[in-house]
C-alpha cells in the first residue's frame, strides 16, 4: 500500500473513532463506575492492608460506621427527589442526639420519651422549613440555611458547648453498641430504613408522586399531584433521618457534644449524588444512595488504614462530590435529551 493509500486509512479509521457513540458510552461509564470504583478500592485497599481491611472485623466496623451516615443520606435523598436542597441536615443530626441526651441527664426522662420528643422536634422543624419553602415561596437553600443556624443555636444552648455524658440510660446505649446475629443494631436500622424508603420511592404511587414533582413541579400540579404536601414531606424526611442518625451517634457514644452533625452533611450529599450515577436517567434513589455510602465508607477505611491526615480524607470526600455532580448532570442531559 502507498503512502496514499496509508494516509487515507489512517483518515477512515480517526473519523470511526470520532463516530463512536459518546453520548451513549458517557452515560453507560458513568452509571456502572460506582461499581467499578467501589470494586477497584476494595482490591486495592485490601492490596496494600492485606491482613486488616478485607476481614470480617473490618467489614463490620465499616458497616457499623456506616449506617448513620446511611441514614441521614436516605432522607437527603428523599428532599432530593422532590428537588428541594436541605441543608440543615448536619445541624439536625446534632440537636437530634444531643436533645435525647439532655432530657435523659437533665429531666431523667426514659430513653424512649427522650428519643420521641427529639424526632418530634425533627417533624416540626422539617415541616416549618417546607412549609416555608412551598407556600411563600422561598428558596429552599436560603431557608434551610437559616434552619440549620436555629437548629445549631438550640443545640448549643441545650449542651451549653459541652460534652454531655450523666445519665444516659442503657437501652439507649444498646441502640448504638448492642449487636444481633453479630452485626450492630444501628446497621439493621439502616437496613431497615433503606427498605422502607426503596419501597416508597419505587413500589407506591407516593414515590412516583414524588419523582413527578421533582421532575416537573407545575406539570404534576396541574396532573393533581400535591407537590406542596409532597415538598414538606421532603423536608420532613430529611430532618427525621438526621435526627435519627443524631441518635445512633450519641448512643454509639453514651454522650453528646457539640456540632457532632456538620461532618455528615458533605458526605451526605456527595453520596446521595454519586448514587444518582447509577440510575439510567440519573435520578436519585435508594439503592444508589446506600451503595454510595459503602463505597465512601471504604475509601474512607482505606485512607485511614494507610495513615493519611484527616486533610487528605476531606480533600478525597469533596472531589467525589464534584465527580459525582459533573457525573449525574451527564445522566439528566441524557434524560432531558
Known amino acids: 500500500m502507498n503512502i ?3 494516509k487515507h486509512q489512517a483518515d477512515v479509521i480517526v473519523k470511526q473513532v470520532y463516530r463512536l457513540p459518546l453520548g451513549e458510552i458517557l452515560p453507560t461509564a458513568s452509571r456502572f463506575g460506582l461499581y467499578i470504583a467501589f470494586t477497584f478500592s476494595v482490591a486495592l485497599f485490601s492490596y496494600l ?37 436541605d441543608l440543615s441536615l448536619g445541624s439536625m443530626i446534632g440537636l437530634g442526639g444531643a436533645m435525647a441526651v439532655v ?49 445549631t443555636g438550640m443545640e448549643f444552648t441545650l449542651t451549653d458547648q459541652r460534652t454531655i455524658y450523666e445519665g444516659v ?41 414524588m419523582y413527578a414533582a421533582g421532575n416537573n413541579r407545575e406539570a404534576a400540579f396541574l396532573a393533581g399531584v400535591p407537590v406542596s404536601a ?14 435519627i442518625a443524631g441518635i445512633l451517634l450519641s448512643a454509639q457514644s453514651a454522650s453528646a457534644f457539640s456540632n457532632a452533625g456538620q461532618p455528615y452533611l458533605l ?12 440510575s439510567r436517567d440519573g435520578r436519585f434513589s ?33 472531589l467525589m462530590l464534584i465527580a459525582a455532580v459533573l457525573l449525574s448532570l451527564v445522566g439528566r442531559r441524557r434524560r432531558a435529551a
Open 267 to 278: 458526605p451526605a450529599y456527595a453520596a446521595a449524588f454519586l448514587g444518582s450515577t447509577v
Open 49 to 85: 492492608r492485606p491482613d486488616s481491611f478485607f476481614s470480617t472485623t473490618n467489614l463490620t466496623a465499616i458497616l457499623t460506621l456506616a449506617a448513620p451516615l446511611v441514614i441521614a443520606s436516605l432522607g437527603l435523598t428523599v428532599a432530593l427527589v422532590v428537588n428541594e436542597i
Open 103 to 151: 432530657l435523659m441527664s437533665f429531666c431523667a426522662l426514659d430513653w424512649k420519651l427522650a428519643i420521641l420528643c427529639a424526632l418530634a422536634i425533627a417533624v416540626i422543624a422539617g415541616s416549618a422549613t417546607g412549609a416555608i419553602v412551598s407556600f411563600v415561596g422561598a428558596n429552599s437553600l436560603i431557608i434551610s440555611l437559616g434552619m440549620a443556624t436555629v437548629l
Open 230 to 243: 409532597l415538598r414538606i414531606a421532603g423536608f420532613v424526611a430529611s430532618s427525621v433521618s438526621g435526627a
Open 4 to 6: 496514499s493509500g496509508k
Open 286 to 318: 435508594a439503592v444508589g444512595t446506600v451503595a454510595a455510602v459503602l463505597f465512601i465508607g471504604v475509601v474512607q477505611t482505606g485512607l485511614t488504614m494507610l495513615q493519611l491526615s484527616t486533610g487528605s480524607i476531606n480533600l478525597a470526600q469533596g
Open 169 to 209: 440510660q442503657s437501652g439507649y446505649v444498646a441502640l448504638g453498641q448492642a449487636s444481633f446475629c453479630g452485626i450492630n443494631l444501628q446497621v439493621w436500622i439502616a437496613a431497615g430504613l433503606a427498605l422502607i424508603t426503596y419501597v416508597i420511592l419505587e413500589r407506591t404511587e407516593i414515590g412516583r408522586y
